[in-house]
């Protein structure tokens, strides 16, 4: 007879809590720890059959595999402080689903091994907490050979959600990571201008009896099928940040510039604050005023990856 596997989370915030659902949905054998022990996701989890150690060096001693998400590095450090006082890290697998830098897993990997973990994983949680346990959920992990992983470490990850292996740099996990919130936070700055202003307009057409005032339905709509329409360009920029290409494209800088300006401008006009666009604005102003007007985007991105180093 087999037994159900076992493994302990540290940190139930809202995302760690759904990790700690999602391992008792999975029939595992669930400790957790958590700085606050009077927060109400430990009373659900521990009345769902989890044990809840309060002393995190007992939470980390109950089991082989030790899941960290915690808000950060710093709190990373700062709870295992007096594991590390008691050498308790000794022989663990730590998937570590903290977000932070490339370099801060590096460390963190170097310190770990320095402490005797028998394996470091560093990742990233590519999934809101709804989403934890779904096909939708992707698990970004790094730090180990996939082929050298045992079978319990990689169902450990696939509770979660599919992981998506970056090598053995325990930095790589962390980069895609990150470099996809660049891309989330870079649309949420357009998307929520965009809203702004569209929210403008949703009440002139509400006072004036032509709409219903709202941005929730056809404008939302609008902006969802336009963004979802111009995605596939991201493939021509990705050509031309491999090629080194700053062919216009259609799409001229000084036309770009103009266009930029005209939605800061008006954003002034009515009232709202552009600001979260304003540095891009400033970007292309300073691609055209080094003469490429009527080149492209690559020039921009020559800009933002470094100079002429990048091709
Ligand atoms: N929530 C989400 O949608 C995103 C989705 C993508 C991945 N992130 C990352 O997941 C990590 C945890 O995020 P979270 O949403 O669970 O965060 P909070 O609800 O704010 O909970 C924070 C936990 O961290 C504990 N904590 C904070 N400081 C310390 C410390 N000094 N020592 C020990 N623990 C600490 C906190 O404990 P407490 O305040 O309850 O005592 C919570 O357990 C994060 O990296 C996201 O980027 C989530």
Redesign the pocket.
């Known amino acids: 007879m087999t037994s159900n596997p076992s493994v302990t989370v540290v940190?139930?915030?809202?995302?760690?809590a759904t990790l700690a659902h999602a391992y008792l949905k999975a029939s595992y054998n669930l400790t957790i720890w958590?700085?606050?022990s009077t927060?109400p996701a430990v009373q659900d989890l521990v009345s769902l059959g989890a044990t809840f150690h309060p002393d995190i060096a007992d939470a980390i001693g109950a089991n082989e595999i030790i899941v960290f998400?915690?808000?950060?590095d710093?709190?990373l450090n700062?709870?295992l402080a007096p594991v590390k006082e008691k050498q308790g890290l000794k022989g663990k697998i730590v998937i570590n689903?903290?977000?932070g830098t490339p370099n801060q897993a590096r460390s963190v990997s170097e310190w770990m091994i320095e402490e005797g973990v028998k394996m470091y994983i560093d990742g990233?949680?590519m999934?809101?907490?709804e989403m934890i346990g779904t096909p939708a959920s992707k698990i970004f992990v790094s730090g180990v050979n996939e082929t050298e992983v045992e079978e319990g470490v990689k169902n450990a990850i696939a509770v979660l959600g599919a992981p998506v292996w970056f090598g053995t740099d325990h930095g790589a996990a962390s980069l895609h990571d990150l470099a996809m919130l660049a891309g989330m936070y870079g649309m949420f700055a357009g998307a929520i201008t965009s809203l702004a202003l569209l929210n403008r307009a949703a009440r002139r057409e509400g006072e004036n009896g032509t709409g219903d005032g709202k941005v929730v339905g056809a404008k939302v709509g609008l902006l969802k099928l336009t963004l979802q329409e111009l995605l596939p360009l991201l493939d021509m920029f990705a050509y031309d940040l491999d090629e080194g290409n700053v062919a216009a494209n259609g799409f001229p800088m000084e036309m770009q510039r103009v266009a930029v300006q005209n939605i800061l401008r008006a954003c002034e006009e009515e009232g709202i604050d552009g600001g979260l666009l304003r540095p891009m604005g400033e970007v292309f102003e300073k691609v055209v005023g080094n003469g490429g007007g009527e080149e492209g985007l690559g020039r921009v991105m020559e800009l933002v990856v470094g100079g002429k180093k990048w091709k």
């Open positions: 940190g139930l915030g809202s995302m760690g958590n700085r606050t927060r998400c915690l808000v950060s710093d709190a700062a709870a689903l903290t977000n990233g949680i999934a809101t907490p």
